[in-house]
């Protein structure tokens, strides 16, 4: 089941270099050698899924500028938490075809903010073309590794994102366990959903910190603390292929952010049959730990020496580098 060399995954496209879910995100990633490429899906009006960080979207695109599309302004609780903006339901896909990416971080990626309102919001289909496409000119495959984001809330308003997804993948070709995808999510019950209706291999995601929302929804009890350890492992095998755990559950930090010991999770994980994807990989000091500031490559070393069998990284090159 396991790889001997771990896939790069790149992190919404090369997006330490270009604004994220750009397909010039996306292509410069795989041309700087990624294995795979990541897109966080959510819908718009019409059911069609499309790659944002969030369903709002101001602070990834344009739309604030958009005089016509002011009134669209309204504030909403997703996943608990009250957002203000403008969110893709809202929108159909032409009309979010109007709108322009940007970049998302500017105060820490201010060389990405000369691309922005140069690049559109693609489709899972766009992304999918690109990745297929690009595969046959660089002769190697390159995957997909969607992400389905808050899909407790868009069954909520009945645009559930499974359906759309499992079915452009069929139409795409993908099929099997060994097909070059990988379905992500933060949520359980629709990964549980997902597995009796695809054999396609799943990603359950794991934070630090807090609780999947379904388990709010649903008065579980459990945190993402629970899932880790060997009882919570063996019933996400009974669903899922992979986890995909915030590096921290690894290698936790102390309190001023300098590294503790290796927890011995990626042993457990694979006892259990899982492979093991750790996010998120990126360049910049103010994301990494205190023992290793200027000097990035030192963090993919030690991650790569305790035997994960995938990276997300905003810096697919430096990944690759240092493995």
Known sequence: ?????????????????????????????????????????????????????????????????????????????????????????????????????????????????????????????????????????VNRTIGIYPETKHPTYFQSIDLSLEEPLLNTLAANGYQGANAPVFIQSFEVSNLKYLSTKTDLPLVQLINNIGKPYDFIVSDDERTYRDLITTSGLQEIAEYAQAIGIHKNLLVPRDSIGKLLPPTSLVTDAHAASLLVHVWTFRNEDVFLPLDFLGNPKQEYELFFSLGIDGIFSDFPDIAILNF
Do not use: C
């Not at 997006?15 to 490429?37: K, N, Q, V």
């Not at 403008?86 to 075809?97: C, G, I, P, R, V």
């Open 1 to 137: 089941m396991r790889n001997t060399k771990p896939i790069i995954i790149a992190h919404r496209g090369a997006s330490g270099y270009r604004p994220e879910h750009t397909l010039a995100a996306y292509e410069l990633a795989i041309d700087l050698g990624a294995d795979y490429i990541e897109p966080d899906l959510v819908a718009t009006k019409d059911g069609i899924l499309i790659a944002r960080h969030e369903n709002e979207i101001s602070e990834t695109t344009d739309v604030a500028s958009h005089a016509e599309f002011a009134e669209r302004q309204t504030t909403k609780i997703i996943d608990g938490e009250s957002k203000t903006g403008w969110f893709t339901e809202d929108f159909t896909l032409a009309e979010l075809k109007t709108l322009r990416a940007k970049e998302r971080i500017p105060e820490v990626r201010s060389q990405n903010t000369k691309y922005d309102g140069l690049f559109a919001i693609p489709t899972l289909q766009e992304i999918i073309d690109l990745a297929k496409a690009k595969s046959v000119a």
